[in-house]
């Protein structure tokens, strides 16, 4: 793990009011739409490990879709989306 890097095994834990708890892992599609609600208003599950890409590559098959390419499309602007 370099420096710069954030500790990938941290995991979120969630506290109800009856006093039980769950921990979710961070790779878990619940995590992000908690953590960056702005991102998810309609509730829509976020990023998770098992997601493939739409399109297939030379040999026929799907790769899976990484965290970094599924944040690169959310977040990007695109044409024609606001009037």
Sequence with gaps: M???EP???RDIEIHSKDGKHIKLPITS???DPMTYA????TGKFGWNQNMKRRKMN???EK???THLD???Y???PRANIFS
Excluded: T
Aim: charge should be positive; charged fraction near 20%.
């Design 2 to 4: 370099k420096m710069s």
């Design 7 to 9: 500790p990938f095994k």
């Design 29 to 31: 599609e619940h995590v």
């Design 38 to 41: 702005l991102l998810y208003p």
């Design 58 to 60: 030379k040999s026929g």
């Design 63 to 65: 790769h899976r879709l």
């Design 70 to 72: 599924y944040y690169s």
């Design 74 to 76: 959310l977040l990007c």
